[in-house]
């Protein structure tokens, strides 16, 4: 990718990726965002201090705009913190014909997504994503949302950005578990699509991954195809849940319970282990299949250790998931690796098989 800049169109939003993408947004400030009467950047405290001064360098009109700092972390990506970005895009005078800039990982873009959306019924937003997580996945197809007491984006609505512009030179102060938490969602991408990008991906260990551009790029494309031919999610953008029943149980089972909750991507690495197992059982993903995804998944990431005792808790998590229908698990399994099918209806039994596995197979593990 070098220096060259890809445009791709995800689900009506155009998308810059590469070195000069920060150049196009100085340059689409002063054009079609120039008739924006206020612009307003939301940040945490991490991309406050990692990302900001790196944007402001290369795009000196960001200094103009009022800056909002939210804590960092999934605990904060709540309606209350939206009830103070509000608050402060209220006070400092946001309208309609305001821009919100949102600087950070997918918790950032998910929580300013939503705020601005619904303000004033609906001001444009644009995302710069800071994390890989972020740049290949949450950050693009337009999903936007907040978490209710931790059960996962409860509240929240598909609205598009007005663009997003991804440079990936911001990984690098991306602290290395984040950067693994967003390889979950590559993995993931790769094992629902593209057996050869799997295979790539597999091929060596990624901590000697010292260029991201192209991974980036091939992820980006896995996920655009599948939005674009689906941006409500109506049926084949399901497919990207792959992992997620269980990862969100993971995810929020984590928030309620630990000290320092797991992250997004542990979570789905987590929950891709768990519905491997339902695949294999239910949809045809063979045990040489299964048994090479669960290899590569714990080569990079630790197993999360849950007791016995916690299963019913995880099974009643996935009572909220927004894909059930009529009170039936709905879940995205793999036939093959880089083959997936959504809209499988699983029984409580069989996810509480999985998740008793997975605990056997943990304590097996230690
Ligand atoms: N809307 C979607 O389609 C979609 C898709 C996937 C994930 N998500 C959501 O995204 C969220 C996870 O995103 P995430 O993994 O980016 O988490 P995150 O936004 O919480 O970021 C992780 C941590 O990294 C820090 N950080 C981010 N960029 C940094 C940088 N360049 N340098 C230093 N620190 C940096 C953040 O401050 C934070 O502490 C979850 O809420 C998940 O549900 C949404």
Partial sequence: MAKKIKILNIAGSPVYIGQSALEEL?????TIFASKETFFILVDENTDKH???QLVAIVPQIEKAYKIVVPSGEENKTLTTCEQVWNQMAVAGANRKS??????GGMISDLGGFAASVYHRGMQYVNIPTSLMSMIDASIGGKTGVDLYSLKNQIGLFAPPAAVYIWPSFL???PHRQLL???AEMMKHALIADADFWRKLISMPMAVISNWDDYILEAIRIKSDIVNRDPYEEGERRLLNFGHTLGHAFE????RNDKSAITHGEAVAMGMICEAYISYRVAGLSHTGRDELVKHLL?????????VEAIDELVEITNYDKKNRKGHAMMTLLRDIGQAVEGQQIEPAMIRES???YTNFSESAQ
């Fill in 99 to 104: 821009l919100l800039i949102n600087l950070g």
């Fill in 299 to 307: 080569l990079n990431f630790n197993h999360y250790k849950i007791p």
């Fill in 181 to 183: 938490s967003g390889y």
């Fill in 252 to 255: 929020t089972y984590s928030l």
């Fill in 26 to 30: 100085r340059y689409n400030l002063n």
């Fill in 172 to 174: 690098a102060t991306l």
């Fill in 51 to 53: 990302c900001y001064p």
């Fill in 355 to 357: 998740l008793f596995r």
